[in-house]
Every structure is written in C-alpha cells, then in structure tokens.
C-alpha cells in the first residue's frame, strides 16, 4: 500500500503557460521525490503596458511517500 501527498507549487514563465507548468513540474522533481503527477489549478498572467510579461500558474503536485 501506497501513500502519497499533495503539494502546491506556483511557477511562471515570461514565455507561456506550458512552459510554467514544465518549470513546475522540473524544479518540484528537484525536492521531491516520487512525483507522480500534477494538475494546473489556476492560471494568471501579468500584464504591464498592454502586453503580457508574465504567465503564472498554481499546481497542485502528487508525490508518493517513502515506505
């Protein structure tokens, strides 16, 4: 039996929001181990004179924990 864990990981990216959620998903690999998976609870974007500088998205990040 397994038990696993969920945590919330907020990213950005100034290219998109696919490239926010890999950010994500790369650096929480870092830290965590045995993730699982992930799923994008929200997206935003920055925007500063008219243009969007900034994608941000909150995961949430599923990691097994260590028998």
């Known amino acids: ?3 696993a864990k ?3 990981i907020i990213a950005s990216s100034e290219k998109s929001f696919d490239d926010a959620i890999k950010k994500g998903v790369r650096r929480a690999n870092k830290t965590l181990k045995a993730v699982k998976g992930a799923w994008v609870e929200s997206q935003k974007v920055i925007v500063s004179k008219g243009k969007i ?6 995961m949430r990040v599923t990691f097994v924990l260590a028998d």
């Open 6 to 8: 969920v945590t919330e």
């Open 1 to 3: 039996m397994s038990v």
């Open 53 to 58: 500088v900034e994608y941000r998205v909150v």
